[in-house]
């Protein structure tokens, strides 16, 4: 197991490549599975997660190559079991149900546990199959959705805590293949979401209003293979805007959209931050002292909820006091007992952290509780006087491409080392 170690206090300049995002990626390849012909799909990041992805439709039947970020997947026929040994490493597997639900009626996934960030059902994703016409049944751990035929139908997403991302995909990917219309009310509107449909459509499905709150899709008779290039992390260019932030003189995140970023820039400029840019990149650097700010998570266009970790560790040092309310997945402050230790002063109060400013953060020994903690955890490392050592990067593995070699390009001194 490796662990990651941080001398902070080192200034970071320079610019960085972001790469293509694990979320977006995800979902499109699992959407491979709709049809026979063969699907190229680039800018795929090196992590974890696409590895188990590539596992599970190649264990469903697919020939899956991979040449650096191109991945071409042929799944000329599919069985329709994916099994626990299979889908318990990684939550989102849960994304093949729709398109084998699509394709073959059938489909049979291990259900998957809650994790570190929560308790994360999958009801409103089997309701959506329901209303499609598929029956469901959940027997042995593993949930199992079938259907003589998939008839289009209008469906809310709208949940305790929103809509839902990974069922609107879901949805989408049944749907495109049933009879007749499919209207998703409550959609998600997150630009994952928008590239799945992009990629749907590029397959032959009739997919319009992907980006807002309704999704129509005209169901049709079969898919064929496309071509297509995942777009860039938008949560790996927050992170690294925030490292920017926290450590920077001056650093450039370049090939993203910042249009998808706009919440987390208009944040970073509220505590003090210039952030400035092109079509394809934006910079950022500090202008004195950070302000302290009151955020809360929201689904997109909002603040995401995959940055608020990241942005309790720039608040720890931030002047005043600042709180971040976590409204999607109320209990995600895994990160927070970790920074203490580092010296930040945060106090919970039900889904609200409040982070009264310190002066700086002491580097410690901490533990990596899940991805977007671990970010937080590098994050206040670079921060921080002194060394960091974080344990369990592999949390970090599953959602950041090479975060250590692109911070020591920039100027991190920052070592992996194997255990
Ligand atoms: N929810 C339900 N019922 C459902 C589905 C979700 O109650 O059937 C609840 C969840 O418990 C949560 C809220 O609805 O409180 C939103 O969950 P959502 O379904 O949108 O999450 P997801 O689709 O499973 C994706 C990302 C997460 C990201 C969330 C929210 C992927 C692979 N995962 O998860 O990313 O936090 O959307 O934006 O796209 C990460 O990358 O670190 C990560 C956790």
């Known amino acids: 197991m490796d662990k990651i170690i941080i001398h902070g206090g080192h200034p970071l300049a320079g610019s960085v490549k972001i790469s293509g995002s694990k979320n977006s990626a995800l979902p499109i390849l699992a959407a491979t599975l709709l049809t026979k012909e063969t699907c190229v799909i680039q800018r795929v990041p090196d992590l974890s997660d696409c590895h188990y992805m590539l596992q599970i439709l190649a264990h469903l039947g697919a020939d899956v190559e991979r040449a650096s970020g191109i991945v071409t ?17 990684m939550r989102a597997s849960i994304c093949v149900l729709g398109p084998l ?3 073959e009626k059938e489909a049979t996934v291990s259900l998957p546990g809650g994790c570190v960030i929560g308790d994360r059902p999958i009801d409103l994703h ?5 209303a499609l016409g598929a029956a469901v049944r959940v027997h042995g751990g593993n949930v199992k959705v079938f259907a003589p035929s998939l008839q289009g139908a209008t469906i809310s997403l709208k949940g305790k805590f929103g809509t839902t991302v990974l069922g609107t995909d879901n949805i989408m990917m049944a749907a ?10 409550d959609a998600a509107c997150e630009p994952e979401v928008v590239d799945l449909a992009n990629f749907l459509n590029k397959m032959g499905a009739k997919i319009e209003g992907a980006g807002t709150a309704r999704i129509v899709i005209e169901g049709v008779k079969e898919l064929h293979g496309a071509e297509h290039e995942v777009i860039a992390d938008r949560i790996e260019a927050g992170t690294f ?10 650093v450039t995140i370049n090939r993203v959209r910042p249009d998808h970023l706009s919440a987390v820039t208009d944040a970073l400029r509220a505590c003090n931050f210039s952030v400035y840019g092109t079509n394809g990149s934006l910079s950022i650097c500090a202008n004195g002292t950070t302000k302290s700010l009151d955020l809360k998570t929201q689904p997109y266009p909002g603040f995401p909820t995959d940055m608020q970790a990241q942005m309790c560790a720039l608040l720890s040092t931030a002047a ?4 971040v309310t976590e409204s999607i997945f109320p209990q995600r402050f895994m990160h927070v007992s970790e920074l203490k230790r580092m010296g930040a002063t945060i106090e919970l109060d039900g889904a609200t952290a409040k982070i009264r400013g310190v002066d700086t953060l002491s580097g410690a020994p ?3 509780s899940d991805l977007r903690a671990s970010a937080a955890l590098v994050l206040a490392g670079l921060l921080a006087e002194g060394t960091t050592e974080i344990n369990r990067v592999y949390h970090i593995d599953r959602g950041y491409e090479m975060i250590d070699e692109k911070l020591g390009e920039l100027g991190a001194r920052i070592e992996r080392v194997k255990v």
């Open 73 to 89: 997947v042929k799944a000329e026929k599919v069985n329709c079991v994916a099994p626990y040994e299979i889908v318990r490493k």
């Open 101 to 103: 639900l699509g394709r």
């Open 126 to 130: 089997l309701r959506g199959f329901q």
């Open 176 to 185: 495109v293949l049933a009879d007749g219309t499919t209207a998703i009310e």
């Open 241 to 250: 805007l925030i490292a920017g932030a926290i450590a920077g003189k001056e």
């Open 320 to 323: 005043g006091e600042s709180s």
């Open 366 to 368: 901490v533990m990596a």
